[in-house]
């Protein structure tokens, strides 16, 4: 099997002549994971694919992780974690969006951001495709760092962003919240999802991949909450916000971004230490499933910031 590469818009790759269920020689897995660290997200189509090969596909990037969410994992496959929309959980997962009822949005964020350990990465499966909507964004941090201007690269390679998990999307600082408002349902404190109180964390703003060695920005909306101490670098406090502000909205200029688009058959996997992602929901009753299975991370990205 020669894999043979076909770019998507600004982040990430097609494989194709790629079969899930060819075995896979030690040559294929490098070439697979070289492709992985060069590209940042790869897209493989016309998969036929179950939980036992997307298991057996995930690992070739490393140990496999179970979510903290234990509640969504499949009894069968610990290691599987299945997304669902149009069922029972809907109600927990939607709000109002400029007027707009939809169900499981989520802003730009990178996995686990708030344990200072993120993921390596996670690899998505579609189970069944939504009739409307339910597209996953990716954002190239790595290609956003590139683009700033050289003032701005110096700058923020003196600072570190805290950020701060919130179960409320509302008391996010840097996510867009012009016209949403919470569903009568959306959890209100961790416990309400059985999740514990995260400390925060703390990166640096430039980070830097542990295995490919390249800068990739660390800012992402989502539990975004500030400067940590702004004045050491010549910050007042409002500058550090507004720096934040410019840095966010950097983020979401769409030259960074490839939003995929789900058919049946089709398998994403992405690299969480480089590229940010988000769900632009589906509206209420549309049904969509997808089974996920998470890539370790096992670097320590960022800190946690307990007594300082
Ligand atoms: O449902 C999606 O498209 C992506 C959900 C997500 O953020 C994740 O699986 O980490
Ligand atoms: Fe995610």
Redesign the pocket.
């Known amino acids: 099997m020669t894999l043979t590469v076909k770019p998507l818009d600004n982040i990430g790759v097609e494989i194709l002549n790629f079969d899930i269920n060819q075995p896979y020689t030690d040559e294929l897995k490098e070439q697979l994971r070289a492709l992985w660290y060069e590209h940042g997200v790869l897209i493989f189509r016309n998969q036929k694919i179950n939980p036992k090969n997307q298991i057996e596909f995930s690992r070739i990037f490393g140990p496999l992780e179970m979510h903290p969410l234990k509640a969504t994992t499949s009894a069968e496959y610990p290691e599987l974690?299945e997304?669902e929309n149009g069922g029972d959980k809907d109600k927990h997962m939607t709000a109002s969006y400029k007027g707009e009822t939809i169900v499981?949005r989520?802003d730009w964020?990178i996995?686990l951001h708030y344990t200072g350990k993120p993921n390596h990465g996670?690899v998505?499966t579609s189970v069944e495709v939504a009739g409307e909507g339910?597209?996953?964004g990716f954002g190239d941090l790595a290609k956003a760092y590139e683009a700033l201007d050289d003032e701005t690269k110096a700058l923020i390679e003196k600072i570190e962003v805290a950020y701060a998990f919130s179960m409320q999307r509302r008391n996010m600082r840097y996510v867009d919240l012009e016209g949403y408002e919470p569903g009568p349902y959306s959890p209100k404190k961790p416990a309400d999802v059985r999740f514990p109180n995260f400390p925060e964390s703390v990166y640096p703003a430039v980070m830097t991949h542990p295995i490919s060695g390249k800068k990739v920005l660390g800012i992402v909306e989502q539990f975004l909450d500030r400067v940590i101490t702004p004045h050491k670098v010549g910050l007042s406090n409002d500058e550090a916000i507004d720096l934040l502000k410019r840095l966010v909205a950097h983020t979401r200029d769409p030259q960074f971004h490839y939003f995929h688009k789900w058919e049946e058959g089709d398998m994403v996997l992405w690299d969480n230490w480089r590229a940010m992602?988000?769900?632009t929901g589906t509206p209420p009753g549309v049904r969509r499933r997808?089974n996920?299975t998470t890539i370790e991370g096992n670097h320590t990205l960022g800190r946690i910031l307990m007594d300082e």
């Open positions: 974690f997304l499981g989520l964020h996995d996670a998505l339910g597209l996953t992602h988000c769900a997808i996920r």
